[in-house]
């Protein structure tokens, strides 16, 4: 019965993981969090395209699909005004505000195009097509719906959660595990992108997959041929849908390879399954582009675009900004070529010297307690599910118990078995490696969510050594991870302080494309007589309504309203005018009347401040 019981410790992670999802999803249910991908500035929008052209029987893209959005339009404009013999007198500095209030209209849109292409070169996938893949897949034989997409990204975050589970019971043992699984199963980041169309959660998956079956096979040799060549495979599949999330093959098969170093034919059939499951994932990618004259193992193509947008000087690692003539200026004299690049962007710090110290900013803001917004915001999906949120744990709490749980392992390691080292280090290695991808390029809360599941199982090691250093009374034993939670915490509240308050809150943007989808499927709720579906979107929408907006009453004086709150207001008159028409055809005068005059005072106060268009542009219809 005691080996019955151990064998069912996943049990209670995986009850809690599906339980918190099913609460979640049933507070979300069809809010505008499923439907962000019908904004046309967002990677969502980008990839519901893309995999609806895969779903329809496109596999090839010997023009593969390219997003134009308003980066992509001010960069270009600033290349057309340098270009138009302006020089100096180009639109240095502008962002895309500028834009939105005309600068594109330098440069048609066409134009624009044939620029990145130039840059890009026309014929390379412009994100790495993995994702796109699957979600053509999904499309074709399950429908397009957001319930759809939210069901698999789902099964996937439970099997990280069962992952981090599993890793951790091989690498620290029972109690381990069950820890790092409860925080797998908690750790809000994750539920939130199973709902949104974006590759975090495939990532986070292929990642962990990688890692447990490599610290399996390389480490323990637990596992025989199949194991390593699905090792391999799932490597392979990591490169498909980020190439940078790929990388997990080499540790594995250097580890193997040294684990096996007095067995010359076991080293050699090891590199050979592992090496071709990785051939094997890769195969049509090769197949794609050998048909369209493109390098066997070419992926992404805005690598080096990324590289130059976020590490040139006067970047801003904690606020984003960015300078678009000079990443204009440096395109245009490199055409886009990747080394030339690099080179001609470390040059703009006057060295590598200065690089250097960009990159020690960005390797401390990579440690801010909150999820950095981009496409959607963590915080302002929260607020559509508040009952349940109230249960998620963040990368704040997880990430100085990780620290510990590293310290700690390290030093188990230097006294355990081989095997033990071995796997610690596949771990760290894992976690660390895309790290210094984040610290090169930029980090965002959607690329940290793999590393943070990464992390994990070193997380829940912490926990029990500090329980055991408690119980044994150990001052001594308890120092190491003592150590590596402060350093850890010490990186945290530094990032916080030169962050600044009100990172990460609800931006404009949040709102203003949010409410628009709301108003949107109210509406059709209404035109479908589904009286009551409307309002229980109606309600759960006005939920997010900032309380500052709320309780703002114009007949009692001058008031004030924070920044973003008054700017978020013409989109909530928007909102409360349809409310009001909706409460109008459910017979509810009364409602009526108090959401027109809510709308009235929105519309009040965003009048008042005539902000610029929201940025991002319009919604199209979902």
Known sequence: MRFFSKRLLWLPVAILAVALRAANYAEVGDTPLGNLHVWTQSDMHFFDAWGRSVAQGELVFARPPRPYHVWHQTIAAEAYALTSGRGEQALTGADESDVAAGGAARIDEAGGRALWDGWLGPK???QDPGYPYVLGALFRFAGREPAVLRAFQGLLGVGSVLLVFSIARLLFGASAAVISGLLAALFGPLVFYESLMLRAVLIAFLALAALRLGVSVATYKRDGALATLACGVVCGLGSLVKATAGVYALPILVVGMVVRRADFRSAARFATLLV?????????????????????????????????????????????????????????????????????TIQTHGGALGWAKLLAVKFIAFWVPYEIPNNANYQY?????????????????????????????ARAAAVGAAPLRAGVFLLAVAALGQLLVCVVFFNLSRFRLPIAMLMLPAAGYGLVEFAAAIRSRGAV????PTCG????????????????????APRVADYGVSNKIAVHQIRRAVRAGDIDGALRLARRQLGTEPASLAAFDVSVGRSRLPAIDALASGSFAELHTAVAETFTRAGDPVSASFHRRRALVCAGVDATLNPAPLDGGAPTRP
Do not use: C, M
């Not at 939670?485 to 990172?503: D, E, F, M, N």
């Open 124 to 126: 390379r996938f412009y």
């Open 276 to 344: 071709a499951g990785w051939l094997l994932a890769l195969s049509p990618l090769i197949a794609r582009n050998t048909a369209v004259g493109e390098p066997p193992f070419a992926g992404a193509a805005t690598g080096a675009v990324s590289f130059i947008r976020h590490n040139h000087a006067g970047y801003s690692p904690f606020t984003g900004g960015e300078n678009h003539a000079v990443v204009a200026q440096i395109l245009l004299d490199t055409e886009g070529r990747a080394v030339a690049a690099v080179r001609a």
């Open 381 to 409: 999906g929260k607020l559509l599910a508040p009952v349940s949120s109230a249960f998620f744990v963040g990368f704040a709490l997880i990430a100085p118990l990780a620290g510990a749980g590293f310290a700690a392992a």
């Open 477 to 480: 034993r308890a120092l190491v």
């Open 485 to 504: 939670a402060l350093i850890t915490a010490g990186l945290i509240l530094a990032a916080s302080l030169q962050s600044g308050p009100g990172r990460g």
